[in-house]
């Protein structure tokens, strides 16, 4: 009987542990646009006109991005420079100018555009602090032949969107919205690792406890 109870609790703690990074869901603390599956695409990113489009976005609390993303269109490919990088607080445009884009960036990530559209996520797991940031897609200086189509999008709110192109200073774009999304792990699936690794640290002590018994 003991060893069907410690059995069973051995595979209850590996299950939660092994199954929790498939349960887990991104959510968006940052979404400027509402979905647009199937549109053709508005803007294009290539490395010719060097075009960029960003959000400004605030946490007030330390948090971890788990993934980044915008809305393709579906009549476009290629691959997108994606990156965090840090703002003016005074404008909330980044510091830095194309060319130190992504010197500067305190993460970034290559995302592929999908041929059908929709939603194009990159994943980035990034810890950053309470604060003001920017988050930044198109091509770089490190991905000089990026390319990929951008989407027309009703906003969300009022987010505050910026551009850059042919290189140029950064400028408001809030005129226009496009989707982009900063996601973030959903609780749930912290609490459900969080038991997981619990439940094994459970097992091991009780392990130990009982393997001195075992041997006298």
């Given at each position: 009987m003991k060893t069907f109870t410690s059995l069973r609790a051995t595979l209850f703690a590996c299950a939660l542990t092994l199954f929790a990074p498939l349960?887990?869901?991104a959510a968006p603390i940052l979404e400027t646009g509402i979905a647009e599956p199937g549109d053709p695409g508005d803007y294009i990113v290539t490395d010719f006109n060097q075009r960029v489009f960003g959000a400004t976005f605030t946490l007030a609390d330390e948090s971890?991005?788990?993934s980044i993303g915008f809305g393709a269109g579906r009549f476009g490919s290629g691959t997108v420079f994606g990156a965090i990088v840090p703002v003016d607080p005074i404008t909330g445009f980044p510091l830095a100018n194309f060319d130190q884009l992504a010197a500067t960036a305190l993460g970034s990530t290559l995302i592929s555009v999908p041929s059908s559209g929709g939603?194009?996520?990159g994943s980035l797991s990034l810890d950053l602090a309470a604060g003001t940031y920017g988050v930044v897609f198109g091509a770089s200086q490190s991905c000089p032949s990026c390319t990929g189509?951008?989407?027309f999008s009703d906003a969300i709110g009022d987010p505050m969107l910026f551009e850059s192109f042919f290189g140029s200073d950064w400028h408001d774009f809030s005129s226009d919205d496009i989707r982009i999304l900063v996601n973030v792990p959903e609780p749930a699936s912290i609490t459900l690792t969080l038991?997981?690794?619990i439940g094994l640290g459970w097992l091991v002590a009780r392990r130990r406890r009982s393997l001195p018994a075992a041997m006298a």
């Open positions: 349960a887990a869901h971890q991005i788990t939603d194009a996520i189509p951008f989407t038991a997981g690794l």
